[in-house]
């Protein structure tokens, strides 16, 4: 039975760092796309970051880039997400996800979640 299991997350003061990990067991990580999604209270879920299968082309949000790293390790089959400079906007319950072949770094297009951690980031 596959699953995706995220960790990580926590309160931080505005500009403080957090590293998320997403642990997947049941099937093999790296034969999928990945991807780190928010979602705050009232919003849509939206994606933070993703790596596609095959060339590995990463993509980011404006509002994170150069804040933010996607990784991922095969090997321990666990993806991760680097959040440096973080700020109040960046609060939200992170996802992480995966997908054979999404079209875009979108929700709708991945099929495989985590529950969630929350990450709080006060100013």
């Known amino acids: 039975q596959w699953l995706l299991e995220e960790s990580g997350g926590g309160r931080v003061q505005s500009g403080g760092s957090l590293r998320l990990s997403c642990k997947a067991s049941g099937f093999t990580l790296g034969e999928y796309a990945i991807g780190w999604f928010r979602q705050a209270p009232g919003t849509e879920r939206e994606g933070v970051s993703c790596i596609s299968t095959g060339s590995g082309t990463i993509d980011y949000a404006d509002s994170v880039k150069g804040r933010f790293t996607i990784s991922r390790d095969n090997g321990e089959n666990t993806m991760y997400l680097q959040m440096n400079s973080l700020k109040p906007e960046d609060t939200a319950v992170y996802y992480c996800?995966?997908?054979?072949?999404?079209?875009?770094?979108?929700?709708?297009?991945?099929?495989?979640w985590g529950l969630g951690t929350q990450v709080t980031v006060s100013s």
């Open positions: 996800a995966a997908a054979i072949r999404p079209f875009g770094c979108l929700p709708g297009e991945y099929d495989y």
